[in-house]
């Protein structure tokens, strides 16, 4: 079984256009879970009156992304796990060919990403988190026409949680007593830290661009100055959790100037960077 865990937060404008892409599909083999981070517009009224098959966790308030999918994927049934965002549309035929290709899988293959374009349907939004030897993320040929993307690829660590297929026994594996996502994270890098994690006990993450969605972003509407904040906290907690102390002297040393200039400049003009949680 393929369970799909969809994250919601005052997603009115999205949430039914995902809902539609996915129940359009093939969806024998499929449940579908919801977890709404205490919408505060009609999201809770539209998947109550149109979607009565999905299984809704409605939370009080805003637990973050990372705590969410742990729920979605705690009362969840499936052995593959699809994270969506609630801005997502699925393309035609997307389950029928995640089952196509999961007959070749290895073993080891923990991860899958499906080919992740913006809503226009013709610049990537993703294609993989790539991961750089500074510790710096970036989804892959994002902002790139996406048939000005050759078959050349750079080596991906794992899934853009936007649409991201996990293992559920990788999943376990990998728990921590943060979760399969570490909730400390709240909301961004989660994903790069957990793809981080699997790569190094030793799974495997697979690209398959037959598998194409569209995705708008940033649907949550979060202030930019807090996502700022998020990505630069975050990215220090997963390099102390997943480098090694020489790694981290390395990464540091290397890249002295450029975070002493960053941390300066979250330190004056981020009101976020004094908070203390």
């Avoid at 919408?39 to 009565?52: A, H, Q, R, V």
């Avoid at 299984?55 to 049934?77: H, P, V």
């Avoid at 609630?86 to 997307?94: E, H, I, T």
Wanted: aromatic fraction near 12%; proline fraction near 2%; hydrophobic fraction near 40%.
């Amino acid at each position: 079984m393929l369970s799909v865990v969809i994250l919601t937060c005052n997603s009115q404008e999205y949430i039914q256009a995902c809902l539609d892409s996915v129940f359009r599909q093939d969806t024998r083999g499929i449940e579908v879970v919801i977890i709404d981070n205490a919408s505060s517009d009609k999201t809770l009224e539209i998947i109550k009156g149109y979607f009565p098959r999905v299984t809704l966790i409605e939370n009080s308030k805003n637990l973050g992304a990372s705590k969410a999918r742990n729920q979605g994927i705690e009362c969840s049934s499936g052995d593959w796990i699809l994270a969506l965002d609630s801005d997502v549309v699925l393309g035609d035929g997307f389950f029928e060919k995640f089952n196509l290709v999961r007959r070749g899988f290895s073993g080891d293959t923990g991860m899958i990403q499906p080919n992740v374009l913006n809503k226009d349907g013709k610049i990537l939004y993703s294609q993989g988190i790539y991961l750089s030897a500074f510790r710096r993320f970036h989804d892959l040929n994002r902002g790139r026409s996406k048939d000005g993307v050759g078959t050349a690829r750079k080596k991906i660590i794992g899934p853009c949680s936007a649409a991201a297929f996990y293992r559920r026994s990788m999943l376990d594996k990998l728990k921590e007593r943060t979760g399969y996502f570490d909730e400390r994270f709240f909301f961004l890098v989660e994903d790069v830290d957990l793809a981080w994690r699997a790569q190094r006990a030793g799974w495997k993450v697979l690209f398959c661009p037959q598998m194409e969605c569209l995705h708008t972003g940033n649907s949550s509407g979060t202030d930019p100055k807090f996502r700022q904040y998020l990505s630069f906290r975050n990215r220090h907690w997963m390099i102390a959790k997943n480098e090694d102390f020489w790694g981290r002297v390395k990464t540091y040393a290397l890249c002295a100037p450029y975070e002493l200039a960053r941390g300066l400049f979250m330190a004056i003009f981020n009101k976020y960077f004094w908070m203390r949680s």
